[in-house]
């Protein structure tokens, strides 16, 4: 089989073998950025516009959630339990689809640094009804838990950022989607390719699909938060459970897990959702010569990374890619005003003061 046959065989695959639904535009494209090459020292430079996957909201999060959404509507669920920062972005995605299919969405947050992006979050949240229950400490999180899954309604549980095994399937399928654009001409096959590392999924999905699809690109991986929230073992594990859950439907790519993933832990600067300067400066690089609207919890610390080695010159006669995690949609223009007494107390921490 040519490559480009043996990745769309593979999706196919993964995509009879498990519960999938269309959520995503994909394949998103990938674009050429010359400016941002030359920026760099890199012999071509490239942005996969997973920031532009949905019409209504984009980022990574909608590969993973036409699995894990099509789990919970095929075991009949009344409602959607997920975790997150109160400004998360994936609590945000994982309500607005799954309005679509009927679902409820109770997010669990927990308290995050003050960011220009938390209230127009929350008020996107308060037009699509998304219950935000404040879980402050990992006691308060899993006593809100246990009662939800104790009632007589049924909840699908989907974990941080839904980097489950099942929901890393997304991003297996979004490596095999890559290496059918390198096959059609539309892309060399990068030497490297550059994201941000939370939860973890995307990274470890890519890692997986990219074995697969015999490509011999390598992922650095920009560390975003905690090695207590997401660590080396649990990201391993999830490797590991990755691997068993696609025993039998595709044949287990040679090498270790996560061998061609490089993890760079020098860009997470003073915490989560906090910015650098680093990330700020690389913010504003991708503006200028990528076009790309990025932020400094994620994006813009993946593409601080991305930067520093350009300076370095590592990427002298490489192809090099950065792959946008990031919602670059316009939020709704009729979104409901905040109403910050209502809010409970750890929300209202969570906003930046006024002016």
């Given amino acids: 089989m040519t490559g480009s046959t043996r990745a769309r065989a593979y999706g196919e695959a993964i995509r009879r073998s498990f519960p999938w639904t269309a959520i995503a535009d994909t394949p998103t494209p990938v674009d050429r950025r010359d400016p941002l090459a030359e920026a760099l020292g890199a012999r071509s430079a490239w942005i996969k516009r997973d920031d532009i996957s949905g019409a209504k909201h984009g980022g990574n999060k909608l590969r993973k959630l036409e699995f894990l959404l099509a789990e919970a509507l095929e075991h009949e669920c009344r409602g959607i339990l997920t975790y997150g920062a109160v400004g998360s972005n994936h609590i945000l995605s994982t309500s607005l689809y799954a309005r679509e299919f009927g679902l409820q969405c109770v997010g669990i947050v927990?308290?995050?640094?003050?960011?220009?992006?938390?209230?127009?979050?929350?008020?996107?949240?308060?037009?699509?009804?998304?219950?935000?229950?404040?879980?402050?400490?990992?006691?308060?999180?899993?006593?809100?838990?246990s009662r939800l899954l104790a009632g007589k309604d049924s909840w699908y549980e989907i974990p941080l950022g839904g980097s489950s095994p099942l929901g890393s399937l997304g991003y297996v399928c979004a490596a095999l989607e890559l290496a059918e654009q390198v096959a059609s001409g539309a892309c060399p096959a990068p030497d490297l390719i550059y994201l941000p590392c939370g939860s973890s999924g995307s990274?470890?999905?890519l890692d997986f699909g990219l074995?697969?699809?015999?490509?011999?690109?390598?992922?650095?991986?920009?560390?975003?938060?905690?090695?207590?929230?997401?660590?080396?073992?649990?990201?391993?594990?999830?490797?590991?459970?990755?691997?068993?859950?696609?025993?039998?439907?595709?044949?287990?790519?040679?090498?270790?897990?996560?061998d061609?993933?490089?993890?760079?832990?020098?860009?997470?600067?003073?915490?989560?959702?906090?910015?650098?300067?680093?990330a700020l400066d690389a913010i504003e690089l991708m503006k200028n010569k990528a076009g790309a609207r990025l932020e400094y919890t994620y994006s813009g610390k993946a593409a601080a990374a991305l930067l520093h080695d350009g300076r370095k010159g590592r990427f002298r006669g490489l192809n090099v890619m950065f792959w946008n995690t990031y919602n670059s949609r316009p939020a709704p223009a009729a979104l409901p005003p905040l109403q910050p007494g209502k809010l409970p107390e750890m929300l209202r921490r969570s906003l930046p003061a006024e002016p």
């Fill in 260 to 278: 061609r993933v490089e993890f760079r832990e020098e860009f997470f600067g003073d915490g989560y959702a906090l910015p650098s300067s680093a």
């Fill in 211 to 258: 074995s697969l699809a015999g490509l011999p690109t390598r992922i650095v991986a920009a560390r975003v938060v905690t090695d207590q929230m997401t660590s080396k073992k649990k990201i391993g594990a999830l490797a590991r459970n990755l691997r068993s859950l696609l025993d039998g439907v595709c044949p287990a790519p040679g090498g270790g897990a996560l």
């Fill in 203 to 205: 990274t470890v999905g």
């Fill in 110 to 145: 927990r308290p995050q640094p003050p960011t220009p992006y938390v209230e127009a979050t929350l008020r996107h949240h308060l037009l699509l009804g998304t219950r935000l229950e404040p879980g402050e400490s990992a006691e308060a999180t899993a006593a809100i838990r």
